[in-house]
């Protein structure tokens, strides 16, 4: 997942570009690729991001990473689980989806109108499902990160 600064926004972008997180090495849920999902959430620890990642069976699923608000390059936290796998049938495909076993973000809105969220402030995290269907996953931001990276 990369991260770009920019003085305005103009295309081509030839401004500093950095990678955030890429996939993790060996067998994990997020091994063989990443991919940015939802705009980012202000919290007071940081800037919340959900993403999606693939395992080497083509499963899609959502967890989250965690960075400074005001150095996005680093990274405070990043879920070892996912957040979120397919296990409903929309999900895995066993009512005629497209694509089984994918869940990936579409947006998260916080659920009050609190700018920056803290703890038990609920999240709305929008997904698509197997390429079939959408659906709305809730958890609070203290659901989402441990307490020892709060």
């Not at 998260?108 to 659906?135: H, M, N």
């Amino acid at each position: 997942m990369w991260i770009t600064y920019m003085q305005e926004v103009v295309f081509p972008c030839r401004e500093q570009h950095a990678i955030i997180i890429g996939p993790r090495p060996g067998r994990m849920w997020d091994s063989l690729k990443i991919g940015a999902g939802a705009q980012p959430l202000k919290t007071v620890y940081g800037w919340l991001l959900i993403y999606h990642g693939v395992d080497y069976n083509y499963v899609y699923r959502l967890g989250v990473i965690l960075v400074d608000l005001t150095d996005p390059q680093r990274v405070l936290y990043r879920s070892p689980n996912p957040i979120l796998e397919p296990e409903e049938d929309y999900e895995i495909g066993l009512s005629g989806a497209w694509v089984p076993n994918v869940v990936f973000t579409c947006g998260a809105v916080a659920g009050s109108d609190k700018e920056v969220l803290e703890d038990d402030d609920e999240i709305l995290v929008y997904y698509g499902a197997a390429d079939t269907s959408i659906g709305m996953a809730r958890a609070t931001l203290a659901d989402l990160i441990p307490e020892k990276f709060r």
